[in-house]
C-alpha cells in the first residue's frame, strides 16, 4: 500500500490544505515508536519485551538531542519594539540563534549581545540602606523566619545598571565616528575612535538576555524598529511539533535503541557499545544529509571568494 493513498494531488494541491504542505519529508513520533516496536521488540529480537511508555521517552529524549545539532529546529519570532525596549523569550526557548533589526529593504542586520552591562537583582532599601523584606506567609515582613519565609524584596521596576543602559543615547553611535564632533581622546563603552572594539563597530543595536526573569533588553536606539529573532526549541513544544525528518529516521531508531539497551542490567557490554557506535554513526549520517549542501551553490560561493580586491 503506497504512503500517498488516499490522498490524490486535487485534495494536496487546495489551498484550504496549505497547513499540510510539506508534510512528506517528516514522520511522525507514534510512528516512530510504532516501527521500533515492530522492528525490535519481540521473541528472537534485541529487545523481547518492553512497555510502550519506555520507549515514547526514548523517542522523545532522541527528538531533544537531536533538534540541537542535526534536526532543523531553529523557529523564529519577529516583534515591533515598543517604548520599552524589551522582548519575552519564546515559550518553547532553550537557546538563541540570531537576533536582527530589519532594514527599511527588508534585509536583516545581526545584533550583537553586550557585555558591557547587565541586569542585577536589584534589592529595594529605605531610606537608611537597609534592606526591606516580604513575608509570603504572615506579610508581617519582620524577617521571622519562624512564622514566615522571609525574602528580599526586588525593586519592581528592575535594576538601575539596565535602566542607566536603556536610556542613554550611547547606543546610536553617531558622535563616536564623526570626525566633527568627536575628538581622539573621547571614550565610551564602545572604546576609542581609533581603538574601538570590532564587535561594537556598527551602528545596529546591541541586546542583552536576562534568563532569570524571561526577557531580551534592547538598547535604546531599537525603539520602533522591527527585530526578529531566530531561536532553538527542543522540537516537544506541541503534539504538531513532534515530528522527525526523514533523513534522521534511522538515527532516531538507534538513539532509541541505546537508550533502552544501556538502561537494562541483562544485556551484554558489546551490545550496548555496539548499538553505541551505530548510534553516533547514523547521526553523523543525518547530520551530513541535513546539512543541504548543494554543489552548485558551493561553486558559486568559492567563484565568489576568487575575485581579487583593489
Same mark, same amino acid.
Given at each position: 500500500?503506497?504512503l =500517498?493513498?488516499? *490522498?490524490?494531488?486535487?485534495?494536496?494541491?487546495?489551498?484550504?490544505? %496549505?497547513?499540510?504542505?510539506? $508534510? #512528506? /519529508? &517528516? !514522520?511522525?513520533?507514534?510512528?516512530?515508536?510504532?516501527?521500533?516496536?515492530?522492528?525490535y521488540?519481540?521473541e528472537?529480537?534485541?529487545?523481547?519485551?518492553?512497555?510502550?511508555?519506555?520507549?515514547q521517552?526514548?523517542?522523545?529524549?532522541?527528538?531533544?538531542?537531536?533538534?540541537?545539532?542535526?534536526?532543523r529546529?531553529?523557529?523564529?519570532q519577529?516583534?515591533e519594539?515598543?517604548?520599552?525596549?524589551?522582548?519575552?523569550?519564546?515559550?518553547?526557548?532553550?537557546n538563541?540563534v540570531?537576533?536582527?533589526v530589519?532594514?527599511?529593504d527588508?534585509?536583516?542586520?545581526? =545584533?550583537?549581545? *553586550?557585555?558591557?552591562?547587565?541586569?542585577?537583582?536589584?534589592?529595594? %532599601?529605605?531610606a537608611?540602606g $537597609? #534592606? /526591606? &523584606? !516580604?513575608?509570603t506567609?504572615?506579610?508581617?515582613?519582620?524577617?521571622?523566619?519562624?512564622t514566615?519565609?522571609?525574602?528580599?524584596?526586588?525593586?519592581?521596576?528592575?535594576?538601575?545598571?539596565?535602566?542607566?543602559?536603556?536610556?542613554?543615547?550611547?547606543?546610536?553611535?553617531?558622535?563616536?565616528?564623526?570626525?566633527?564632533n568627536?575628538?581622539?581622546?573621547?571614550?565610551?563603552?564602545?572604546?576609542?575612535?581609533?581603538?574601538?572594539?570590532?564587535?561594537?563597530a556598527?551602528?545596529?543595536?546591541?541586546?542583552y538576555?536576562?534568563?532569570r526573569?524571561?526577557?531580551?533588553?534592547?538598547?535604546?536606539?531599537?525603539?520602533g524598529?522591527?527585530?526578529?529573532?531566530k531561536?532553538?526549541?527542543?522540537?516537544?513544544?506541541?503534539?504538531?511539533?513532534?515530528v522527525?525528518?526523514?533523513?534522521?529516521?534511522?538515527?532516531?531508531?538507534?538513539?532509541?535503541?541505546?537508550?533502552?539497551?544501556?538502561t537494562?542490567?541483562?544485556?551484554?557490554?558489546?551490545?550496548?557499545?555496539?548499538?553505541?557506535?551505530?548510534?553516533?554513526?547514523?547521526?553523523?549520517?543525518?547530520?551530513?544529509?541535513?546539512?543541504?549542501?548543494?554543489i552548485?551553490?558551493?561553486?558559486?560561493?568559492?567563484?565568489?571568494?576568487?575575485?581579487q580586491?583593489?
Amino acid at each position: 500500500m503506497g504512503l =500517498l493513498d488516499g *490522498t490524490n494531488q486535487a485534495t494536496y494541491y487546495n489551498l484550504s490544505n %496549505q497547513a499540510n504542505f510539506g $508534510n #512528506y /519529508q &517528516f !514522520t511522525t513520533l507514534d510512528n516512530i515508536i510504532n516501527a521500533f516496536i515492530y522492528s525490535y521488540v519481540g521473541e528472537g529480537k534485541i529487545i523481547t519485551k518492553i512497555n510502550r511508555t519506555d520507549v515514547q521517552f526514548h523517542a522523545m529524549r532522541a527528538i531533544q538531542e537531536l533538534s540541537y545539532d542535526v534536526l532543523r529546529s531553529v523557529k523564529s519570532q519577529e516583534i515591533e519594539v515598543a517604548n520599552v525596549p524589551a522582548m519575552i523569550l519564546p515559550q518553547d526557548y532553550v537557546n538563541y540563534v540570531k537576533l536582527a533589526v530589519i532594514g527599511g529593504d527588508g534585509i536583516e542586520r545581526n =545584533l550583537y549581545p *553586550t557585555g558591557k552591562t547587565s541586569n542585577p537583582f536589584a534589592i529595594t %532599601q529605605d531610606a537608611d540602606g $537597609n #534592606y /526591606q &523584606f !516580604t513575608d509570603t506567609d504572615n506579610a508581617d515582613g519582620d524577617g521571622d523566619t519562624a512564622t514566615g519565609t522571609d525574602s528580599l524584596l526586588e525593586q519592581s521596576t528592575g535594576s538601575d545598571t539596565w535602566a542607566n543602559y536603556q536610556g542613554s543615547s550611547s547606543g546610536t553611535f553617531t558622535d563616536i565616528y564623526d570626525s566633527t564632533n568627536s575628538s581622539d581622546i573621547e571614550l565610551d563603552f564602545t572604546g576609542q575612535k581609533y581603538g574601538l572594539d570590532p564587535q561594537h563597530a556598527h551602528m545596529h543595536g546591541s541586546f542583552y538576555i536576562d534568563y532569570r526573569t524571561g526577557w531580551i533588553h534592547f538598547s535604546s536606539n531599537l525603539v520602533g524598529k522591527t527585530i526578529v529573532l531566530k531561536y532553538i526549541s527542543d522540537g516537544l513544544g506541541t503534539d504538531a511539533e513532534m515530528v522527525v525528518h526523514k533523513f534522521c529516521e534511522e538515527a532516531c531508531y538507534k538513539w532509541i535503541a541505546y537508550g533502552i539497551l544501556s538502561t537494562r542490567s541483562n544485556i551484554p557490554e558489546y551490545i550496548v557499545q555496539r548499538y553505541k557506535k551505530e548510534k553516533f554513526a547514523e547521526t553523523r549520517k543525518a547530520k551530513i544529509r541535513l546539512s543541504n549542501i548543494k554543489i552548485e551553490e558551493f561553486t558559486q560561493v568559492l567563484k565568489g571568494m576568487s575575485k581579487q580586491i583593489k
